[in-house]
T-cell receptor
Framework: EAEVAQSPRYKITEKSQAVAFWCDPI?????LYWYRQILGQGPELLVQ????????DSQLPKDRFSAERLKGVDSTLKIQPAELGDSAMYLC???????????FGSGTRLTVV | SQQGEEDPQALSIQEGENATMNCSYK?????LQWYRQNSGRGLVHLIL?????REKHSGRLRVTLDTSKKSSSLLITASRAADTASYFC????????????FGGGTRVLVKP
């Protein structure tokens, strides 16, 4: 069964350092999402891509977060500089199109110390 | 911001019992989806119910949707220890452009 690949699985970084996460969606899925999930809460959308274009990044803290999806395939989410409050699970998901279900990756657990 | 609110926040039951959790939302939707998340893992899609549907079944899962009350329920029948997980409802809002908004989740513990 096709999966959404994410790496790394875990990341520990010191505050003020830069960190990057990678996501490879299911082949052919045009829409890619990055969500952040704080422990004990539901996921919150950070950014949505349609192919290589950003559709929604209204909740992305743009002073420190950036996301790209070059060539409309895999995607990278970067945080620079990391803050203690960024500690969370970062989830990538993809979907084939409108009004369908999402397939999530296993996530990257970020701990900022 | 989170559109859906799950109730209860946590649920503890014995194996074999049924588990029911509810979700309320605020705006018009295209569909509502339920996901399961095992501890420390990604979310797994369980079931999608469209706005013009009232009930849907998948194995031991039964989902209802009442658009007049803006609410949904997920029933897990004959629960198993392996059903221990967090369950999230997510709404695909009509005006939001294919973007799922998740609730805070219900943490279910099934005791053997």
């Amino acid at each position: 069964e096709a999966e959404v690949a994410q790496s790394p699985r875990y990341k520990i970084t010191e505050k003020s350092q830069a960190v990057a996460f990678w996501c490879d969606p299911i082949s052919g899925h045009a829409t890619l999402y990055w969500y952040r999930q704080i422990l004990g809460q539901g996921p919150e959308l950070l950014v949505q891509f349609q192919d290589e274009s950003v559709v929604d990044d209204s909740q992305l803290p743009k002073d420190r977060f950036s996301a790209e999806r070059l060539k409309g395939v895999d995607s990278t989410l970067k945080i620079q500089p990391a803050e203690l409050g960024d500690s969370a699970m970062y989830l990538c998901a993809s979907s084939p199109g409108q009004f369908g279900s999402y397939t999530f990756g296993s996530g990257t657990r970020l701990t900022v110390v | 911001s989170q559109q859906g609110e799950e109730d209860p926040q946590a649920l503890s039951i014995q194996e074999g019992e049924n588990a029911t959790m509810n979700c309320s939302y605020k705006t018009s939707i295209n569909n509502l989806q339920w996901y399961r998340q095992n501890s420390g893992r990604g979310l797994v899609h369980l079931i999608l119910i469209r706005s013009n549907e009232r009930e849907k079944h998948s194995g031991r899962l039964r989902v209802t949707l009442d658009t007049s009350k803006k609410s949904s329920s997920l029933l897990i029948t004959a629960s198993r220890a392996a059903d221990t997980a967090s369950y999230f409802c997510a709404t695909d809002e009509a005006a939001a452009g294919n973007k799922l908004t998740f609730g805070g989740g219900t943490r279910v513990l099934v005791k053997p």
